[in-house]
């Protein structure tokens, strides 16, 4: 194998498994420490990318299990994809009629993650932005959801919102969707819920793989420009 091939394997892995940061549309560089020899049978190289994307995660507040990716469609895993959306770098795309969400990137390359979106009836589209982002939020259904749902009345916003952790629907991060400078009650979220990715099941927001939304949530600041759209239909307008 040549030493370009071998250096272009090395580097696809290093950025899919993070590290990789964007700000003002500009890709801050990254690398990877020389890793000692292991005497041990050699793995496929995408089986050992994705067991590395959706291993254990034991350093988080709350330690995150493995995944079992092998489970989950190809095409809703982590990877680097050419971009379909026609947006310039540094912008997040949620691609409604595939159950997408995009990070593009200079070189007409985009980073691309599997999501589970809002059932018929819930759904957002438009364009905003990441107002801020959280680690480990809490979780406040929004009055409405509470009078469709009793049940969640321990949670509610006036009973402060159920506690982070495992169980909480928002997972390990929640990135909070504004428009217009006001709160859209949509968030881009991890889930425990791995099996849902891909469909439509949840109350509108944009539901990831706890290990994918962790990565999202380092490569985006806050006031990261977002659209929310079907790629197949018109574009929403700014």
């Not at 990716?69 to 994809?81: A, D, H, K, L, N």
């Not at 997040?92 to 200079?106: E, M, P």
């Not at 959801?145 to 321990?154: G, S």
């Not at 849902?196 to 420009?225: A, E, H």
Request: aromatic share 10%; with cysteine.
């Amino acid at each position: 194998m040549s030493m370009s091939l071998v250096h272009a394997r090395t580097t696809r892995r290093s950025f899919l498994l993070g590290g990789a940061g964007m700000a003002s549309g500009v890709l801050a560089g990254c690398s990877t420490a020389p890793r000692p020899t292991l005497a041990v049978a050699p793995q496929p190289v995408e089986t050992s990318i994705f067991a590395s994307m959706y291993g254990e995660k034991p350093d988080e507040l709350y330690p995150l299990p493995a995944i079992p990716y092998e489970r989950i469609e190809p095409q809703f895993r982590r990877q680097m994809v050419p971009d379909p959306t026609g947006e310039r770098p540094g912008i997040l795309v949620v691609d409604t009629a595939n159950h997408f969400l995009y990070l593009t990137y200079d070189g007409g390359q985009a980073m691309r993650y599997g999501v589970g979106l809002g059932r018929a009836g819930f759904e957002w589209e438009g364009r905003g932005q990441i107002q801020y982002k959280r680690q480990w939020p809490r979780w406040t259904p929004p009055d409405e959801m509470v009078a469709r749902q009793p049940e969640l009345d321990p949670y509610s916003i006036a009973n402060g919102g159920m506690e982070p952790g495992l169980n909480n629907p928002l997972g390990a991060r929640a990135l909070y969707i504004f428009q217009n400078g006001e709160d859209t009650l949509y968030r881009i979220h991890g889930s425990p819920e791995w099996w849902t990715i891909g469909k439509s099941v949840s109350s509108g927001c944009v539901r990831m793989i706890n290990q994918d939304v962790v990565d999202l949530y380092d490569r985006v600041p806050n006031g990261t420009p977002i659209v929310v759209t079907n790629l197949l239909g018109p574009r929403p307008v700014v």
